[in-house]
């Protein structure tokens, strides 16, 4: 690696280590469960994660998703132990500047997330996407080319809406490859497992009306373009929620029946912290 990638490499970092900073004051919508998320899981699901990092609030922008990152569930078949979260390491996912590597549901236990479950993977597909994905454990995230990383220093970027997924891919190539829901839907596409929908305007089956939606299905076929939001609004994905896969039964809730002063205060808080955030959006 001569001067220059070095140099390259080292605004990179630089650069990556500013993106993945955490915002503060985030709470998550319901009280997390990481217990009963645990069980729920399955080798092969995909965990969707809301995420609230600086480059979080771009990718939610641009894909237009709650929605920023997605992690791979693999199971206990790793036997290792997270260093810096703890816990037995169980999903495997692509951070920036870190790359593709496998850590433990401890790190999400605070965020909102949503687990998608292909449906009816024979043991071997199973087994064939886990082994994919175990594979690429230490692949890294090239942060030389800086103009990848720099497109996320702007959360609201004044571009059409068409045009907002080509941005999530943009750049040389080699970064996109290590992205969280490239990497999976590569996974998906080495066994011939659909995400979207095909587009076809055969009677009675599945396709996009508009124009627009069958160019934008058509466009992202590629693995390399598509976003956590695709897992979530694919007909071939089960959204599965733990608190009901439990047997919720709303007769056993528990309700206050009165509002708290510090309740109606945290209400007023957030609604302020949304607004200021869409001003300087704005």
């Known amino acids: 690696m001569g001067i220059f990638d070095r140099g390259l490499e080292k605004i990179g970092n630089f650069l990556a280590r500013v993106l993945v900073k955490e915002s503060s004051g985030y709470q998550p919508y319901t009280p997390s469960d990481p217990a009963t998320l645990s069980r729920t899981l399955e080798p092969g699901d995909i965990l969707l994660i809301e995420g609230n990092q600086f480059i979080s609030a771009s990718i939610k922008y641009l894909t237009q998703s709650t929605w920023s990152h997605a992690a791979f569930y693999v199971g206990d ?11 037995p390491c169980v999903l495997i996912e692509v951070n920036l500047g870190d790359g593709c590597v496998a850590t433990s549901l401890d790190r999400y236990k605070s965020y909102n ?7 009816g993977l024979t043991k071997e ?3 064939q996407v886990v082994d994919f994905m175990i ?5 890294k995230y090239d942060t030389r ?5 720099l497109r996320y220093f702007f959360p609201t970027p004044p571009v059409p809406i068409r045009w907002r997924r080509r941005m999530i891919a943009f750049g040389s190539g080699e970064p996109t490859k290590a992205i969280c829901s490239s990497l999976i839907a590569q996974a998906f596409q080495s066994i ?7 587009v076809t305007l055969a009677p009675g089956r599945a396709h996009a009306d508009s124009r627009y939606a069958r160019g934008e299905i ?7 373009l598509f ?27 528990s309700w206050s029946g009165k509002v708290s002063d510090k309740d109606i205060l945290r209400a007023r808080e957030i609604v302020d912290e949304e607004k200021g955030g869409e001003k300087k959006a704005g």
């Open 227 to 253: 976003t956590p939001r695709d897992f979530d609004l694919s007909p071939y994905f089960r959204v599965v929620k733990p608190t009901i896969e439990y047997g919720f039964d709303y007769k056993k809730l």
């Open 113 to 119: 997330t949503r687990i998608c479950r292909p449906v």
């Open 77 to 87: 078949v790793l036997g290792t132990t997270d260093p810096k979260h703890g816990g």
């Open 145 to 149: 080319n800086i103009f990848d990383l």
């Open 125 to 127: 597909d199973r087994q």
């Open 135 to 139: 594979s690429k454990i230490g692949l």
């Open 218 to 224: 058509l466009h992202i076929r590629h693995h390399s």
């Open 192 to 198: 011939k497992y659909p995400i979207l929908p095909e």
